[in-house]
């Protein structure tokens, strides 16, 4: 079992930055290979990023590529998310996700455990 707790939403004005951070329970978090979605308001939610357990396997949607990056620390049972150059269609609620799966994935119905998700508001 693995609780995930996002953090680090927020206003932000567009330009800006922001990092978001996942903190998972669990002894076997480094297992887990670890993604971001997000769902804006009347949208389906939609695939962000995905690291493997290793971090050896990352893919990013080509609308976050060069911007967006995902990064972990199996240590510390985290997995962050640095926002740079936020555009206002960033906007949504962001969530991370873990998945028992070797490699990385980028589909949804590969991932066993979601967290409530974080605001990520970008004025325009």
């Known amino acids: 079992q693995v609780q995930l707790v996002e953090s680090g939403g927020g206003l932000v004005q567009a330009g800006d930055s922001l990092r978001l951070s996942c903190a998972a329970s669990?002894?076997?978090?480094?297992?887990?290979?670890m993604g971001w979605f997000r769902q804006a308001p009347g949208n389906e939610r939609e695939f962000v990023a995905a690291?493997?357990?290793?971090?050896?396997?990352?893919y990013y949607a080509d609308s976050v590529k060069g911007r967006f990056t995902i990064s972990r620390d199996n240590a510390k049972n985290t997995v962050s998310l640095q926002m740079n150059s936020l555009k206002f269609e960033d906007t949504a609620v962001y969530y991370c996700?873990?998945?028992?799966?070797?490699?990385?994935?980028?589909?949804?119905?590969?991932?066993?455990?979601w967290g409530q998700g974080t605001q990520v508001t970008v004025s325009s």
């Open positions: 996700a873990a998945a028992a799966i070797f490699g990385a994935s980028r589909y949804q119905n590969d991932y066993n455990y």
């Open positions: 669990g002894r076997t978090f480094s297992r887990y290979a």
């Open positions: 690291m493997s357990w290793s971090g050896g396997t990352v």
